[in-house]
T-cell receptor, first 111, second 110 residues
Framework: DAMVIQNPRYQVTQFGKPVTLSCSQT?????MYWYQQKSSQAPKLLFH???????NEADTPDNFQSRRPNTSFCFLDIRSPGLGDAAMYLC??????????FGPGTRLLVL | GESVGLHLPTLSVQEGDNSIINCAYS??????FIWYKQESGKGPQFIID?????DKRQGQRVTVLLNKTVKHLSLQIAATQPGDSAVYFC?????????FGTGTSLTVIP
């Protein structure tokens, strides 16, 4: 089945230690998104790639970066995680900006 | 940003009853809406969508109603089951971006 895959499902890192979360998709969608979701809140868009074009949300901290080496993969890099970055990170894909399909998420814990 | 809000943050219903989850949106130019279901520890799952040229759309046990006059969206779940317990988000499509509402937590009482 076509799907959005996120690895790992749970990630523990130390304060200030860089961490990378990964997302892959078999839907062949050209748009990929990264969201941050904290407890009892709606997902908050961090940035998205429309094809190879990177689109950063205005309020996304510089601490968050992303890479999309090919259509299928997208990475979220957190350069220096703080305690406030502990959250669920959701990857989503869409075809030309339409309905978004989400992966299962990676829960990040910062110690 | 846009304002997509839900009237009630929590909703409890008896198993077998119908559930109604409401959502208000602020941008009259929005032309596409989606309801997502998010179970604990999982990503949001697409349930049903509706375009602004429609006022009702039905799926399996779910119906979405759109009232453009008052900018209101609702999700109706028939014969609610324990597996329906989750947080439900409405999302509004404006331009090329989605805006999520704050979510309603639905609890089904056996």
């Amino acid at each position: 089945d076509a799907m959005v895959i996120q690895n790992p499902r749970y990630q523990v890192t130390q304060f200030g230690k860089p961490v990378t979360l990964s997302c892959s998709q078999t839907l062949n969608h050209n748009v990929m998104y990264w969201y941050q979701q904290k407890s009892s809140q709606a997902p908050k868009l961090l940035f998205h790639y429309y094809d190879k074009d990177f689109n950063n949300e205005a309020d996304t901290p510089d601490n968050f970066q992303s890479r999309r080496p090919n259509t299928s993969f997208c990475f979220l890099d957190i350069r220096s995680p703080g305690l406030g970055d502990a959250a669920m990170y959701l990857c989503a894909t869409s075809l030309t900006g339409g309905t978004q399909y989400f992966g299962p998420g990676t829960r990040l814990l910062v110690l | 940003g846009e304002s997509v809000g839900l009237h009630l943050p929590t909703l409890s219903v008896q198993e077998g009853d119908n559930s109604i989850i409401n959502c208000a949106y602020s941008n009259s130019a929005s032309d596409y809406f989606i309801w997502y279901k998010q179970e604990s520890g999982k990503g949001p799952q697409f349930i049903i969508d509706i375009r602004s040229n429609m006022d009702k759309r039905q799926g399996q046990r779910v119906t979405v109603l759109l009232n453009k006059t008052v900018k209101h969206l609702s999700l109706q779940i028939a014969a609610t089951q324990p597996g329906d317990s989750a947080v439900y988000f409405c999302a509004e499509f404006t331009g090329n971006q989605f805006y999520f509402g704050t979510g309603t937590s639905l609890t089904v009482i056996p």
